[in-house]
């Protein structure tokens, strides 16, 4: 055998050597590793998804979204993200609008406090004005969509001295309002409307019961004070005022103030009720004749 023909056979064996290690390298040291892989790109392949099928998927993510944004709207009060503290003030002119020009309020920002998952600003607010402007105001912060809470009210009756005539009965006030505001969007929603900040008049609970004045008789009314009932007839009865003025009047009739309410033709009286001012009196006028029995 030449020497060109052992060379050849040295190299072929050489190269089925390299060969048998290689692959006795690959099948059993990195087998492991090759099935792991394998099972990656088996369940990288059991996700594939073509483009058709991630558009549709999309468009029932956008539309799950906007069914949650409107829950969100639905609300009656949501938490805003973030606010800056100009908001309120923005929001306080609003709702002045709705009360009369008459009002005084004033604002002033005090902090921002954490509570728990959420954050609020701190307002103070006091002015004076009619009961029903504070009120009208109160409720146009505490039904506002963006959460709002007024917390350590104050309330006093105030008289206006610059009236002459009749007097005006005011409130001064004084309360904090909490706005609150999260770090997320969990609480609020892209879009919403307004609530409805303005409501119906309210009793003035600060106007006094009793009044200082009363109306002046200027319809001509009959004053039942000193009157005299004259006579009690099937159309009513006659009654004659402290001037000597008759009048004839049946049940329901208005006098000066006060009514006609019941007129008893057995026992020939005639019964009124009078407010004066805030205090309600009923008074009972009896014939002369029976009243000399």
């Known amino acids: 055998m030449d020497r060109k023909l052992k060379n050849t056979l040295a190299l072929a064996g050489l190269v089925v050597l390299l060969a048998g290690i290689g692959f006795g390298y690959i099948y059993i040291f990195l087998r492991p590793e090759i099935k792991a892989r394998t099972v990656v790109l088996d369940q990288l392949k059991a996700q594939e998804f073509d483009t058709e099928s991630l558009n549709l998927q999309l468009t ?8 949650l944004d409107s829950v969100l709207a ?14 309120f003030y923005e929001f306080m002119n609003m709702a002045t609008k709705l009360i009369s020009r008459d009002a005084r309020v004033n604002i002033e920002y005090v902090s921002t406090i954490p509570e728990r998952e959420f954050f609020y600003h701190k307002y103070k607010i006091n002015g ?21 809470k007024i917390v350590e009210p104050e309330f006093m009756n105030y008289v206006d001295p610059n009236v002459e005539s009749t007097p005006r009965f005011l409130v001064n006030f004084n309360f904090f309002v909490h706005v609150y505001f999260s770090g997320n969007d969990r609480f609020t929603t892209t879009g ?4 409805t ?33 004259l006579a009690v007839v099937p159309e009513g009865v006659f009654v004659a005022d402290n001037k000597g003025e008759t009048y004839l009047l049946a ?6 103030l006060g009514y006609l309410t019941k007129i ?23 014939l002369e004749k029976e009243r000399r029995k």
């Not at 029932?60 to 069914?67: G, H």
């Not at 639905?74 to 908001?87: E, G, S, W």
């Not at 009961?131 to 506002?144: F, G, M």
């Not at 049940?251 to 000066?256: F, L, N, P, S, T």
């Open 264 to 286: 008893n033709f057995e026992q020939n009286t005639a019964k009124f009720i009078l407010n004066k001012g805030g205090i309600v009196e009923n008074l009972v006028l009896i």
């Open 251 to 256: 049940e329901g009739d208005k006098v000066y």
């Open 192 to 195: 919403y409307n307004e609530n």
């Open 128 to 148: 004076v004005s009619s009961y029903a402007d504070l009120y009208q105001l109160i409720y146009a912060i505490e039904e506002s969509k963006e959460l709002k």
């Open 74 to 87: 639905a609300r009656k009060f949501n938490i805003p993200v973030d606010i800056p503290t100009l908001q």
């Open 197 to 229: 900040l303005r409501t119906s008049s309210r009793y003035d609970i600060f106007s006094p019961l009793i009044a200082t004045n009363v109306p002046l008789n200027t319809e001509g009314l009959l004053d039942v004070q000193g009157a005299k009932l």
């Open 60 to 67: 029932e993510k956008v539309e799950r979204a906007r069914q």
